[in-house]
């Protein structure tokens, strides 16, 4: 007689958190979408050389920065409190969140501020360059630091949007940035042609600033969302006593864990740099560094934020308030159908991206200055990185329950293995393989150190949430029987690429693809693969409406 009672409101906020993280993924494919986009017009503009490089290092720091100093802190401590707030205090958690901005912003201000006046240290410690390449390098950097402010503003207003139930905006408006920056650079092909040999001062502000305005559009575009969840910021800076301090310190951990992430990447930037530049000296034939390691990284992970940060991003609120409510048993259950519904769109991604490699990098990234030895080399990189996209999915959402928990030292705790893992694998990559293969070593590192991770992850959040726990919940046979399914559908999809090669890249990604996504399809009732039945039978109800 109760059952109807109980299940229903879990079914109604599953169905919930189907529809908002259906509506990041809608938001993050046209955001990945413009962004490839976008990166082919950049490379167009600047090519894969040396000019392309500064401006490539100089627009990834400012992220980089952003991340190591206070970026990993906002995703992961942000939500959890304002729930806490919205539900402890008597206005909502309104005067809070305004303190809590209000701080915040002022760090990313002196933040910013210290970084572009540090920008030739920063580079320096990133890069060998000397001269003119060091030059070009720092004032493209000069131009790109500002988005460190931009980025935190980005972050900041979008978690207030998630916790109030609020999602498609933050997913939606990096399309505006993209949108900005195609514009900027297709001027520049349009007005200074293609030969990326040389830059003006001219050019190099135009271009720099150009894309740091990307970044701010994306910001401000969250204020009519904002307005639209009725939250507008008053900025409040009687911080005394107001409990601010007190996800500070949680966060303490958090900036803990991304140094250690961080250190692990700059080891693995000065290795990849080092071996791409031997790679150079015996001339290997295709870049076979760290330009090729970024973009096959950069292809690799848009599946994990298609799918596993949109259903994520929902669920965070809810399993916030079950761990409020001190109700182990939703968070548990709540994790194993992250994992579960992730897993259905990744295990597939991991398995494509395995088999279509030579095929994919080349329909992305097979134009302009490439070569097809350039390509190849990345097709390499790509399918030492595609095992690890599932453990990479796996060990997001399991750190997002020690999240909920408010539990911040013991993630960084178990990404130490993480970190260590991939920083001395690639240490031993370099050391061990010729130059034309350490850096795909590197790659192949990284998966191995992520496997690790995740399996620590789940061992240490089974203990903690016990009652049955997650390494004996539906999730792991889920992902069994997803591979039973996708193995042989990636080999029959690179059958079917090998046939089409003649028709070019595309083609032949887009009838491998197809063939596999079919063959999934059908073995997915025989096997109970539950999650892409449901996304099987969603699609025909859609259809049938």
């Known amino acids: 007689m ?47 050389g040396l000019v392309g490089d500064g401006f490539t290092v100089a627009n990834t720091i400012p992220n980089i920065l952003y991340t190591l100093l206070i970026g990993g802190t906002l995703n ?43 920008a030739p240290r920063i580079i320096d410690f990133y890069t060998d360059y000397t001269g003119a390449q060091r030059d070009l390098t720092v004032a ?51 007005t200074a042609g293609t030969s990326g040999a040389t830059l003006s001062a001219t050019d190099t502000k135009i271009l ?37 301090t007190r996800p500070l310190r949680s966060a303490g951990w958090l900036v803990l864990l991304v140094l250690t992430n961080q250190a692990a990447y700059w080891v693995v930037t000065r290795l990849s740099t080092t071996a791409g530049q031997h790679a150079h000296d015996q001339g290997v034939l295709g870049g076979a560094g760290y330009t090729a390691y970024t973009n096959a990284y950069l292809l ?19 399993m916030s308030r079950a761990a409020t409510d001190d109700d182990p048993a939703a968070v548990r259950r709540d994790l194993s159908y992250g994992l579960r519904t992730s897993a259905a769109m990744i295990v597939p991604a991991a398995c494509a991206l395995l088999a279509l490699a030579p095929w994919l990098m080349g329909a992305v990234f097979g134009y302009g200055r490439t070569t097809p030895a350039d390509v190849s080399v990345m097709a390499g990189m790509m399918m030492a990185f595609a095992p690890g996209l599932i453990a990479f999915s796996g060990q997001y959402v399991l750190s997002r329950g020690f999240y909920a928990l408010s539990d911040t030292r013991t993630p960084f705790v178990l990404n130490l293995v993480i970190a260590g893992c991939n920083a001395g694998l690639s240490a ?35 203990r903690r949430l016990g009652g049955g726990g997650l390494l004996r919940s539906p999730s792991l046979a889920a992902h069994g029987r997803l591979l039973l399914g996708c ?21 032949a990604t887009g009838a491998g693809t197809a063939v596999l996504l079919v063959t999934v399809a059908l073995l997915a009732r025989p096997l109970r693969l539950d999650g892409i ?13």
């Open 533 to 545: 039945n449901d996304m099987i039978g969603k699609l025909r109800g859609g259809r049938g409406r």
């Open 428 to 462: 031993l990559a370099y050391v061990l393989l010729p130059a034309r293969w350490a850096v795909t070593g590197m790659a192949g590192a990284y998966s191995l150190a992520l496997f690790a991770g995740w399996a620590v992850t789940a061992y240490t959040l089974d």
């Open 76 to 118: 992961a401590v942000f939500v959890p409190e304002l729930v806490r707030a919205a539900k402890e205090h008597a206005d909502g958690g309104k005067a809070y969140t305004d303190r809590l901005l209000t701080a915040c912003t002022a760090a990313l201000v002196a933040m910013t501020a210290l970084s572009v006046l540090a």
């Open 208 to 244: 720099g600033w150009g894309t740091t305005a990307g970044i701010v559009v994306q910001a401000l575009a969250l204020f009519p969302a904002l307005s639209s969840a009725r939250f507008r910021w008053r900025p409040r800076f009687d911080w005394r006593g107001s409990g601010i």
């Open 140 to 190: 493209f950097a000069r131009y790109c630091l500002p988005q460190i402010l931009f980025y935190g503003l980005f972050t900041l207003l979008g978690q207030v949007l998630n916790a109030r139930g609020r999602f498609g905006a933050m997913m939606w408006t990096p399309v505006l940035n993209n949108l900005v920056v195609i514009a900027v650079f297709g001027l520049y092909l349009a």
């Open 300 to 318: 690799w992970v848009v599946p994990h934020g298609i799918a596993t940060v949109s259903i994520l991003t929902a669920l965070m609120p809810r």
């Open 2 to 48: 109760t059952a109807p009672v109980h299940t229903g409101p879990r079914h109604a906020a599953k169905a919930s958190v189907a529809r908002s993280g259906a509506v990041m993924a809608a938001g993050s494919v046209v955001s990945r979408a413009t962004g490839f986009v976008r990166s082919a017009v950049v490379v167009a503009a600047l090519g894969t």
């Open 487 to 507: 193995v042989p559908a990636a080999v029959l999809g690179y059958a079917a690429a090998r046939a089409a090669d003649g028709l070019g890249d595309i083609a």
